[in-house]
């Protein structure tokens, strides 16, 4: 990023990302490590234990992270490029965010209703179209998952409330 | 003839009118899930695996099939209309197949993408009707050794080919094992790396896996792209399409080269990607308009488009032989026939005659079907694509969380799409493959069985995989590919002071 300092400030960069990750992928392999051991690494008299195969797997997870890790630090003052800068990261979130509140819509109440709304709604707020155009693709998505799965191929879905009320 | 009487019987299964409608059905599907970003062929068809629960395996095998051709047709629209590939393996043709479309060319570029793929397909198609039965028979005298070696193959193939950090490959890889070994083991009965959660003694579904990191990442991805799409319109008529077809004979040299690349990448794990890459770069060099690649040359478009079609066919090829996928949309199908309660591998030519040949009749007909499909819909398929992102992405949220659920009625699993979703956008970020981490999710449990009984068989002493000349060639030359980037990276190396020296 040659232009400008405020943007790298702004931003993440791509080898801070790296060396987090790869941090992240070392802890794991060690839980996974310990796991192992706790189950038995070894031989028994029935052959391999449990955590025979996992053990080596994890050690493998352990070197390859610990091995980014350290390539990650040796670039961390020169690699300026750029994983997500704060819009592009606000961007995210705006699909991510609701799709977090839709699928514990789905939990609460059920699927059908949360997707009917999950879809209006981020029509009209994110999309900018009006309420009459969000509510019917809204509404058209759910009836149609409703009778695809429901009425026809038999498979049932979460359903709350609201389907208690139709009959489902 | 063997071969032959087979593959007329099979024809006569595919031959239904059921059967053909789902064909139809399944490139369509297909063709759409190609289009739509944060929709591929891999979470496609494990998305729409719980609707064919309710066929016979055949049908279904033939729909699910068909949506993986039509999805690699559909890539091939979205790259050379609006410069997005819509699948990673259609990346090489945006190079020439965008300038065709600025070019007004588009109709042409789309007729010589979609032939070319269909002439892949058939040679991959045609090489697997005579090779499958052949591997099959031969694996049938596997062991537990053997097997293990062509795991390790498979796996070492992915560092070998592959283009990015390796270690980063490796991580990815051994996560994909780490989370196949969730739940309970199935020889010793003991929990293995559930840390008390009842929720994790069924372990990772890898279908729900490739939900989340093709399809919810693949959304993350997108958004953040900001994606406004604006693409040139296509006119296909039956003229342009004639005119493109008395053109295309004239690069035969190209095509062989390309199916040739493309088979191989397929039946080795290399996948179509690398392949459509390849394919392209090797065009480039041996074509005499070489250097005009990359202005809108139809034979930059044929090159990649063979060579993907290609290997993504022949991937099913290892799939259905040795129950070991060649691709991720490979692995997913491999899902589809263990839940059918069918065993892929070399048993399956065996035991389930009617099931394969109708498989391998129907990679004929859907292909031809795909070629009439793409080329008459294509104004249809772009329409798709100018929906506008706000009312795409949050419907493709809707779909991927049903898609979850069904695979096995658990809540826990549309939660795990978004946690897989996240994981897959930053590992895309930071260029950790996903592929070989979704492969090592669904071969895991197996590739472990294959390695513990190995190791019973010998009691411990890894010389067991050089045993005999088979596995031990099959190991050698996986740890030669296991090496691989490290002589390439000495060999830079030892070449880069040279020039500084002068």
């Not at chain 2, 190609?34 to 095998?61: E, K, R, W």
Request: aromatic residues 12%.
């Amino acid at each position: 990023m040659e232009n400008n300092d405020e943007s790298a400030h702004r931003a993440v960069r791509m080898v801070t990302m790296d060396v987090i990750v790869a941090a992240l992928i070392f802890a794991l392999g060690a839980l996974v490590v310990y796991e192992s051991n706790r189950l038995g690494s070894g031989w028994d008299e029935n052959g391999p234990q449990a955590g025979y195969f996992p053990f080596y797997i994890s050690l493998l997870i352990c070197i390859s992270g610990a091995v980014v890790f350290v390539q990650g630090l040796l670039k961390l003052k020169s690699d300026m490029k750029v994983f997500v800068t704060l819009g592009q990261f606000r961007q995210v979130l705006v699909i991510l965010l609701p799709s977090a509140a839709y699928v514990l819509g789905v939990q609460l109440v059920g699927i059908y209703v949360p997707s009917a709304v999950f879809i209006g709604l981020f029509m009209k707020i994110v999309g900018k179209y009006s309420g009459l155009r969000s509510a019917a693709v809204g509404l058209s998505v759910s009836v149609i998952a409703f009778l695809l799965f429901e009425v026809w191929f038999k498979i049932p879905l979460p359903k709350g409330p609201f389907e208690k009320l139709i009959g489902y | 003839m063997e071969e032959l009487n087979a593959l007329f019987h099979g024809f006569s299964i595919a031959l239904t009118p059921f059967n053909l409608g789902l064909m139809f059905v399944g490139i369509i599907l297909g063709v759409i899930i190609g289009v739509l970003p944060g929709l591929g062929g891999a979470n496609g068809v494990a998305i729409l695996l719980p609707l064919t629960f309710t066929m016979p395996p055949t049908s279904a095998i033939i729909m699910l099939s068909c949506i993986y051709w039509g999805a690699l047709f559909g890539g091939a629209i979205t790259s050379i209309l609006f410069n997005i590939p819509g699948e990673p393996w259609s990346v090489a043709t945006t190079f020439d197949g965008y300038p065709m479309a600025q070019q007004g060319r588009a109709g042409e570029a789309l007729t010589g993408a979609f032939t070319s793929s269909f002439v892949g397909a058939l040679v991959a198609v045609l090489i697997f009707t005579f090779l499958a039965p052949l591997i099959a028979n031969f694996a049938l005298q596997f062991g537990p050794p053997e097997f293990f070696s062509v795991y390790l193959l498979t796996f070492c193939s992915f560092v070998g080919t592959g283009k990015g950090n390796p270690f980063k490959i490796i991580a990815s890889m051994m996560l994909g094992f780490a989370m196949a070994a969730v739940g309970i083991d199935i020889v010793t009965g003991q929990l293995r790396l559930t840390f008390g959660f009842t929720e994790l003694l069924s372990g990772f579904n890898f279908l729900v896996a490739v939900i989340g990191l093709f399809g919810i990442g693949e959304i993350l991805l997108s958004m953040e792209e900001g994606l406004s799409f604006s693409g040139h319109g296509a006119k296909i008529n039956p003229r342009i399409v004639l005119e493109t077809w008395a053109r295309l004979p004239r690069y035969w040299a190209t095509s062989i080269r390309s199916c040739i690349i493309g088979c191989w990448m397929g039946i080795i794990p290399g996948g179509a990607t690398p392949a459509s890459f390849m394919s392209y770069g090797v065009a480039r060099q041996m074509s005499r308009e070489g250097n005009k690649f990359g202005t809108g040359q139809l034979e930059g478009v044929v090159a990649p488009e063979t060579a993907a079609h290609a290997a993504g066919t022949s991937a099913l090829l290892p799939m259905i032989t040795l129950g070991i996928p060649g691709s991720p949309t490979a692995a997913v199908l491999l899902g589809g026939l263990m839940i059918w309660g069918l065993q892929p591998g070399p048993l399956l030519f065996v035991e389930q005659k009617d099931f394969v040949w109708g498989l391998i009749a129907s990679m004929y007909l859907g292909n031809i079907a795909g070629l009439i499909v793409v080329l008459t819909m294509v104004p249809f398929f772009a329409a798709i694509l100018r929906v506008p992102f706000s009312i795409i992405a949050p419907v493709i949220v809707v779909i991927c969380a049903i898609g979850a659920y069904t695979v096995k009625n658990n809540m826990l699993d549309v939660w795990m799409i978004v946690v897989f979703g996240i994981v897959g956008y930053a590992f895309k970020k930071l260029d950790y493959p996903l592929a070989p981490m979704v492969l090592a999710l669904v071969l895991g449990d197996a590739a472990e069985s294959s390695f513990r009984q190995a190791m019973l068989i010998s009691q411990g002493n890894l010389t067991v995989f050089w045993s005999n000349w088979l596995v031990g060639s099959l190991t050698t030359l996986a740890l030669a590919l296991l090496f691989w980037p490290l002589v390439t990276a000495l060999r830079d190396r030892l070449r880069a002071p040279a020039p500084a020296a002068r």
